[in-house]
């Protein structure tokens, strides 16, 4: 599989094995974290009764919302997930962007795993803001003291040295992984220019194929990345205590519909765009943009929810609207660069795709020197 990607250019093999190395390591810590998150939310669940009528015992100690703490804690677990799926997506993107010689692609790589870098780092704080201690009594207070009084005590934040060597790891694996791409970046520089040739025009509109094909794989991982938030959060405030308590039809009609428009927009318009490329096919195209801004102005309404309807959203505001705001940017760039790449149908892109994806560009030859490589600048 290895030798199928990286032909004999050995920058390439290091980079899938690089990748393959964090995405086993990272998985394997990150999974650690979710388990003991697990753990300690059951914890705070089991403790919230007993902490609550401790409280009510003392009428001047303030009752703060047990549904915001249990929704607080259970929604965490879903971004530790959503990280377990983002190293395999950078894996899945690396081996992508080795069979087609992406070169932008690759230089998106880097900056997802600088993405993940910062995200490593927020999910300690994320983690120990479940639990704020607070001068006087409250209900946080008396649910940590439930922690200490346990016979044999599960700590709370018990995953915290587990979160720290994957903010160590992270570093070291982002920077070797950007050092790689420096070295791929020349690489396969000189094999698509060997592929295309001299043409500035035809340079040109791959390089705008490129980046089409890579935002839209962005666009996947981040719409699913939201749904899977959302869906989350609805999903609590039907099983138990939230902030937000929904009936059964009501979760229902809300799960039906985002999950309808969820995959029209993860699979249905991905693949109008996959098959209008293939095609040069200005219908499927037009269908996919015309479902794009469809998806934008869905996205837009969700945001305006989120920040409508705060007490909904505990423990999810911000990265709900992270998530949606990086669709919205993604969703504008990927209809731009759609129609640019509508208008350069029948241009001949086609032909010389096929040539520098395809396996007869094996084995690759690692050229030096800015006048032998082709380059996106």
């Not at 490329?277 to 015309?290: D, N, P, Q, V, W």
Request: proline fraction near 3%; glycine fraction near 6%.
């Amino acid at each position: 599989m290895i030798s199928k990607l990286a032909g004999d250019s050995t920058w390439s093999r290091y980079s899938l094995v690089w990748s393959g190395i964090q995405a086993v390591v990272i998985v394997a810590l990150e999974s650690v974290i979710f388990r003991l998150h697990m753990i300690e939310s059951s914890n705070i669940q089991a403790a919230i009764e007993g902490a609550t009528i401790a409280l009510q015992q003392k009428k001047s100690a303030p009752i703060t919302d047990s549904a915001v703490v249990v929704q607080t804690a259970r929604v965490l677990s879903v971004y530790h997930v959503l990280f377990i799926v983002a190293q395999l997506f950078q894996l899945i993107l690396l081996c992508d962007a080795m069979l087609n010689k992406n070169t932008i692609q690759i230089i998106a790589i880097v900056v997802f795993n600088c993405a993940m870098v910062a995200y490593a780092g927020v999910q300690v704080k994320q983690a120990y803001e479940v639990l704020v201690e607070t001068p006087e009594d409250s209900l946080v207070n008396k649910i940590l003291e439930f922690f200490e009084a346990q016979p044999t005590p599960t700590p709370y934040h018990a995953s915290l040295p587990y979160e720290i060597a994957v903010i160590v790891l992270m570093i070291i694996f982002a920077s070797g992984f950007a050092f790689i791409a420096y070295k791929l970046y020349k690489e396969f520089g000189w094999s698509i220019y060997k592929k295309i040739g001299a043409d500035l025009a035809m340079r040109d509109m791959y390089k705008v194929y490129q980046i089409f094909i890579m935002i839209l794989k962005f666009d996947i991982f981040f719409q699913l990345g939201f749904s899977a938030q959302f869906l989350s959060v609805v999903v609590l405030q039907y099983e138990g205590p939230s902030t937000v308590k929904l009936t059964m039809e009501e979760m229902r009609s809300i799960l039906i519909l985002h999950l309808i428009l969820s995959t029209g927009a993860s699979i249905i318009l991905p693949f109008l765009a996959w098959w209008g490329l293939k095609r040069e096919s200005r219908l499927s195209m037009g269908c996919f943009i015309a479902g794009g801004f469809a998806t934008l102005v869905y996205n837009i309404i969700k945001l305006n929810q989120v920040f409508a309807e705060t007490s909904r959203f505990v423990g999810a505001n911000k990265f709900l609207t992270f998530f949606l705001t990086v669709n919205l940017v993604l969703g504008m760039a990927t209809m731009y660069f759609a129609w640019v790449c509508l208008k350069n149908f029948n241009n001949g892109l086609n032909a010389h795709i096929g040539k520098v994806s395809g396996t007869n560009i094996y084995p690759m030859e690692s050229v030096s020197g800015p006048t032998k490589r082709w380059s996106i600048e």
